[in-house]
């Protein structure tokens, strides 16, 4: 079972900044994915950045480009949230999400991940 631990998160007004880390544990298999996605109230959740352990890329939505950076620890077991310049539609709730293996449909898929944190509440001020 693999276990998934965020902290961060918090209050902050427009423009500034908040980091979020990611911890994920029990992985049983050699690859893995590690994402963050988000959900505001009366959205669905989407996808905003992402790691495969098998690569060097990071995977981000188009709508934190330029602003979020995602960055892991040599183990990609680790993923941190650097969201700078932070916009009132960044607000919601905040998911740090993993999986055995990887999917077909890309880490930032919502059906990318099997195993969640219990999120954490980022909001903004305008």
């Known amino acids: 079972q693999v276990q998934v631990v965020e902290s961060g998160g918090g209050s902050v007004q427009a423009g500034g900044s908040l980091r979020l880390s990611c911890t994920a544990s029990?992985?049983?298999?050699?690859?893995?994915?590690i994402g963050w996605f988000r959900q505001a109230p009366g959205k669905e959740r989407e996808g905003v950045a992402c790691i495969y352990n098998r690569d060097d890329r990071t995977y981000y939505a188009d709508s934190v480009k330029g602003r979020f950076t995602a960055f892991a620890d040599s183990a990609k077991r680790t993923l941190s949230l650097q969201m700078d310049n932070l916009k009132p539609e960044d607000a919601g709730t905040y998911y740090c999400g993993a999986r055995n293996g990887w999917y077909v449909g890309g880490c930032l898929s919502n059906d990318a991940m099997s195993y969640w944190g219990e999120g954490t509440l980022v909001t903004i001020s305008s």
């Open positions: 029990g992985f049983i298999e050699s690859e893995h994915l």
